[in-house]
């Protein structure tokens, strides 16, 4: 898995039976997936413009979600649960508290299947 675009970040994770790829480039955040038992490949490009169809937060951008999926592998929080089924779909969720008040964040991406080199 290649990304044609100029890469400022790239994380790679292992995510119920994916290897997973998070990019972060000028034009947005590159998410590549590849089964490891099928090979069967996703994809998906998350613009500005599209990163506020993800969320039901207006706060969430490209920044917010790039770093949620990082913080989710390197700091393992117990109150979040990351998921990637079968389909394709990448769905975040995440419990933050302020004192006695408890707010939930999350996303969920349907990424694209590929079939021979074309995304459908």
Sequence with gaps: MEAKRNSLMNSHFTLDNFDL????TDEGLVLEAEHQGSGQLFTKVITEESVKTISKDPFFDLSTTFQVIQDYFE???????????PDGKLSYNCKISFGKVTKE?????????????CTH
Excluded: C
């Excluded at 790829?21 to 972060?24: A, F, G, L, T």
């Design 105 to 117: 964040i999350g996303f969920e991406i349907q990424l694209d299947k590929k079939r021979n080199g």
């Design 21 to 24: 790829d998070v990019i972060k």
């Design 75 to 85: 700091e393992k929080p117990d109150t979040a649960s990351l998921e990637l089924t």
